[in-house]
């Protein structure tokens, strides 16, 4: 899992003043370390506790009351194993007409994305997958697993499901391409677009939190959907995709605007 580390803040150093505030007032040292948080590039490594509390004369718990608030607010992610990182969010849009990609989308919102693939397999799809692709259980098709980075930081993770017969050798074509979207465009001759798409925020479950970076239980956009193809209609990718709400905010569009 890479971090983008673009600088290690600790909040002391040139043009940065050393300030001390009464003990526990935690809420102080919030509203000094978000001024200052707001001028760092997203990826940059925050102090830690100890640090915070001996810049500002504080104990270890006000240290980590400031740090989780500043956490609460979405300023700040925290990766486990490798620590606490400033973070921007980015808007996901989701709205008709627009085609189901995820690194299309983050492009357009300004962001940067990478995908990693942690698993491609052919497997027979699974009753409730057969369903939802409107073919019979036991086809043949893909399972694929893989996870989403945006600016380097871990964003997203999540399940893919589609036929063999769309993209035959699929492992391969990720191997030169990592969007989906793309591959099934250029190779199997589809015009993907959301048939429907449901959104909703849950605990992340112990498998997604480890994709993630995040704790088991942390609050994570749960997003599953379903993607046809626009010329003919058939159902191209059934999607179940977890997203760090710290990361991203998603926005849906329904319905179309009209003149006044």
Same mark, same amino acid.
């Given at each position: 899992?890479?971090?983008h580390?673009?600088?290690?803040?600790a909040?002391?150093?040139?043009g940065?003043? #050393?300030?001390?505030?009464?003990?526990?007032?935690?809420a102080q040292?919030?509203?000094?370390?978000?001024?200052?948080?707001?001028d760092l590039?997203?990826?940059t490594?925050?102090?830690?506790?100890a640090?915070?509390?001996? *810049?500002?004369?504080?104990?270890?718990?006000?240290? %980590?009351?400031?740090?989780?608030e500043?956490?609460?607010?979405?300023?700040? !992610?925290?990766?486990q194993?490798?620590?606490t990182?400033?973070?921007? *969010?980015v808007d996901?849009?989701?709205a008709?007409?627009r085609?189901p990609s995820? !690194?299309?989308?983050?492009?357009?919102?300004?962001?940067?994305? #990478?995908?990693?693939?942690l698993?491609c397999?052919?497997v027979?799809?699974?009753?409730?997958v057969?369903?939802?692709?409107?073919?019979?259980t036991?086809?043949?098709?893909?399972r694929?697993?893989?996870?989403? @980075?945006i600016?380097?930081?871990?964003?997203a993770?999540g399940?893919?499901?589609?036929t063999?017969?769309?993209?035959?050798e699929?492992?391969?074509?990720?191997?030169?391409?990592e969007?989906l979207?793309?591959?099934?465009?250029e190779t199997a001759?589809?015009?993907?677009?959301?048939?429907?798409?449901?959104?909703s925020?849950?605990?992340?479950p112990?498998?997604? !939190?480890?994709?993630l970076?995040? %704790?088991?239980g942390?609050?994570?956009w749960?997003m599953? !959907?379903?993607?046809?193809?626009?010329a003919?209609?058939?159902?191209?990718l059934?999607?179940? *995709?977890?997203?760090?709400?710290?990361?991203v905010?998603?926005?849906?569009?329904?319905g @179309?605007?009209?003149?006044?």
């Amino acid at each position: 899992m890479v971090v983008h580390r673009t600088a290690t803040w600790a909040g002391y150093g040139p043009g940065v003043a #050393r300030q001390s505030v009464p003990a526990g007032s935690s809420a102080q040292i919030v509203r000094v370390l978000a001024d200052e948080l707001a001028d760092l590039p997203s990826g940059t490594r925050v102090a830690s506790e100890a640090e915070v509390g001996r *810049r500002f004369g504080v104990g270890r718990a006000a240290a %980590r009351a400031a740090l989780g608030e500043l956490e609460r607010r979405m300023l700040v !992610s925290r990766i486990q194993g490798l620590g606490t990182f400033t973070r921007r *969010r980015v808007d996901y849009l989701v709205a008709p007409g627009r085609a189901p990609s995820w !690194s299309r989308t983050l492009r357009e919102a300004g962001a940067e994305p #990478r995908t990693v693939v942690l698993a491609c397999d052919a497997v027979p799809l699974p009753p409730d997958v057969a369903a939802a692709l409107e073919v019979p259980t036991g086809t043949r098709g893909f399972r694929l697993v893989r996870r989403s @980075h945006i600016d380097e930081m871990p964003a997203a993770w999540g399940v893919e499901w589609l036929t063999a017969d769309l993209v035959p050798e699929l492992p391969t074509a990720l191997r030169l391409e990592e969007s989906l979207d793309t591959i099934l465009r250029e190779t199997a001759g589809v015009r993907p677009e959301r048939a429907w798409t449901r959104a909703s925020v849950e605990p992340a479950p112990e498998e997604a !939190s480890d994709g993630l970076g995040c %704790r088991p239980g942390d609050p994570a956009w749960l997003m599953a !959907s379903l993607a046809r193809d626009g010329a003919g209609g058939r159902p191209l990718l059934s999607t179940e *995709r977890w997203v760090r709400a710290d990361a991203v905010r998603v926005v849906l569009e329904l319905g @179309h605007g009209r003149d006044t």
